[in-house]
Nanobody
Framework: QVQLVESGGGLVQPGGSLRLSCAASGRGFSFGDMGWYRQAPGKQRELVAT???????NYADSVRGRFTISRDNAKSTVYLQMNSLKPEDTAVYYC??????????????WGQGTQVTVSS
């Protein structure tokens, strides 16, 4: 089965930085598009950033220029470097990945989420 394990969340002051990591694993699986989404209390889950297997990135307007998504294909890991954090970035951040295997084809998976709180 596929597992996405996130780490790196926490409490940070406005203007600070955090780096999230998401390690994907699954015997017999390869990983395609990977990304980060977030959900603030009382709001819908929204896209933060995505990266294809070839490294093409996409960002939400609200984070472009402040956040950087990257991936290490050898480790099946995706990162989100978050700089100049604002209180409105407070949310649970979820890792998302497309995983492919010979037997299941392509399916989409979610991590369990990691809390990011931006507050003074």
């Amino acid at each position: 089965q596929v597992q996405l394990v996130e780490s790196g969340g926490g409490l940070v002051q406005p203007g600070g930085s955090l780096r999230l990591s998401c390690a994907a694993s699954g015997r017999g699986f390869s990983f395609g598009d990977m990304g980060w989404y977030r959900q603030a209390p009382g709001k819908q889950r929204e896209l933060v950033a995505t990266v294809t297997g070839g490294g093409t990135t996409n960002y939400a307007d609200s984070v472009r220029g402040r956040f950087t998504i990257s991936r290490d294909n050898a480790k099946s890991t995706v990162y989100l470097q978050m700089n100049s954090l604002k209180p409105e970035d407070t949310a649970v951040y979820y890792c998302n990945a497309d995983a492919h295997s010979f037997f299941t084809g392509i399916k989409n998976y979610w991590g369990q989420g990691t809390q990011v709180t931006v507050s003074s």
